[in-house]
């Protein structure tokens, strides 16, 4: 059972516990020899954590609580920033490079609110894929059948397993098509990506800037809430579960239900009978833009482009040092004209509004994270076609709320013990603080079970 930000919190203010002993847990898993700590973290920081936590049973004993993260051990993504450190993103072709002069701003305002960072997260080699797969630091296996030894999901897969095996309690992540739900998802989590203005991109290695988020995993939508409200800054109450009775919320016919494995297509069956036994209102609807997308991006669309800008000089010097699947992933942007570039922005503009006018009148769209569960690591890694092949199709329901710039939530909704399945709760552009109430009234739905 992995931990709760609340679990965590009570244990320190009744003194059950420290922000000290809760440290030196996580860091004594992370470097557990028979677990998955050296394909999760690429940097520990084991010296600092410690500091960190010392200093947070300081203040606590002294009255002194920060945030809800105080004394808290959360991991990294390896694409933020940390001051005096090159940022890996999961390569090794950085290597050499010019170190940051300061925090990323979400690491800053995780320090600043008393969080113990513990670690950096292994991910996909610059974030481009959803699958988790590492050749350069190994692929952290996912929680649910490790005999089998299934892929975590991507591109955040070591934060999603660092809070799975409780080497964190949160784990912090990019989501530019997906890389915080599915992960999440595929683990048995709960990811959450904002809307892409609410949550500060400086100190951030860039995949989209068009597309980029950053985001929360962890045990909870709970924790969740309470980790945008602190990455972003976000100066109001953390939002309440909204009722269900009375939700009026969509189920995307087109695309979004296509190609589901027979477990994922009944827990989501039953995720949705769960909702209207409740008395939700749902409906399923037409919108058609979602089969467009993939023509509107056939050129390769805003992560091409501008992955190829950002590392053209870089796959000039190091090219050869990339994970080949994605270094021909970024070369497609070479190809791409200005006047594709424009046209992609004016499609974009187009598509946005016509899906927001039909998603208008409804509080949520609702759909599966992903429509599969987490493949073998061996199949994917054997066969370049089985790899683009699962890749597409797991990116694919998460890619389109990225496109619309909007905001999702993905939460457990399988039977405990079988293979996770996230059940996706999305909305448009601001709608934030409506989709994580929604997802805290869902999470209560199935605490009660």
């Known amino acids: 059972m ?43 920081y084991a010296e600092s954590a410690l500091a960190q936590a010392r200093a947070s049973d300081t203040l606590r004993a002294a009255g002194i609580v920060r945030s809800a993260v105080e004394g808290l051990p959360i991991s990294i993504k390896d694409l933020f920033d940390i001051e ?12 050499g490079e010019p170190v940051a002069d300061e925090n990323a701003e979400v690491v800053q305002r995780l320090i600043a609110a008393g969080a113990v960072i513990i670690g950096r997260t292994n991910m996909t080699e610059f974030a481009y894929s959803g699958l988790g797969i590492n050749p350069h630091y190994g692929t952290p296996l996912n929680p649910y ?84 409200a602190i990455l972003s800054g976000d100066g109001g109450p953390v939002p309440q ?29 039953a995720a949705v009978q769960r909702l209207q036994d409740a008395g939700a209102l749902v409906d399923r609807i037409e919108i058609p833009e979602f089969a467009e997308l993939a023509a509107i991006n056939s050129k390769g669309g805003f992560t091409a482009a501008e992955a190829w800008a950002w590392h053209r000089d870089l ?17 497609r942007g070479q190809d791409m004209t200005a006047a594709d570039y424009l046209d992609l922005l004016d499609a974009r503009e187009a598509w946005v509004a016509a899906v927001d006018h039909r998603i208008a009148g409804y509080d949520a769209l609702i759909m599966p994270t992903t429509p599969i569960v987490a493949p073998a690591v061996a199949d994917l890694q054997a066969s370049d076609d089985a790899y683009y092949a699962a890749n ?44 994580l109430g929604i997802g805290l009234a869902v999470e209560d739905l199935y605490a009660g079970r």
């Open 392 to 435: 597409g199709l797991i990116l694919r329901n998460p890619t389109l709320i990225n496109f619309l710039d909007g905001c999702a939530l993905s939460l457990p909704c399988h039977a405990p013990g079988s293979a996770p399945v996230g059940l996706m709760i999305a909305g448009s552009n601001g709608a934030d603080r409506r989709i």
């Open 315 to 331: 796959i000039a010097r190091a090219g050869k040092r990339y994970d080949p699947r994605v270094v021909s992933r970024i070369m």
């Open 241 to 269: 579960p909204l009722p269900v009775r009375g939700l009026r919320l969509a189920i995307p016919t087109k695309l979004a239900l296509d190609a589901m494995d027979k477990h994922v297509s009944d827990t989501f069956a």
């Open 2 to 44: 992995v931990s709760t930000l609340n679990d965590l919190t009570l244990a320190l203010s009744e003194g059950r516990s420290t922000s000290v002993e809760l440290t030196e847990a996580a860091l004594a898993r992370a470097q557990d020899a028979a677990g998955e700590g050296a394909r999760v973290f690429t940097k520990l």
């Open 84 to 95: 005096g450190e090159t940022t890996m993103a999961g390569s090794v072709a950085r290597e």
């Open 145 to 228: 059948d490790r005999a089998t030894g299934r892929i975590p999901g991507g591109s955040s897969s070591g934060a999603a397993v660092s809070v799975a095996d409780g080497m964190a309690v949160a784990g912090i992540g990019s989501d530019t098509g997906g890389s915080v739900r599915i992960p999440a998802a595929l683990c048995g989590l709960t990811g959450f990506k904002p809307s892409a203005w609410r949550v500060s991109m400086k100190g951030v290695l860039p995949l989209s800037a068009n597309l980029d988020s950053i985001g929360p995993i962890a045990a909870s939508v709970r924790c969740c809430a309470e980790l945008d």
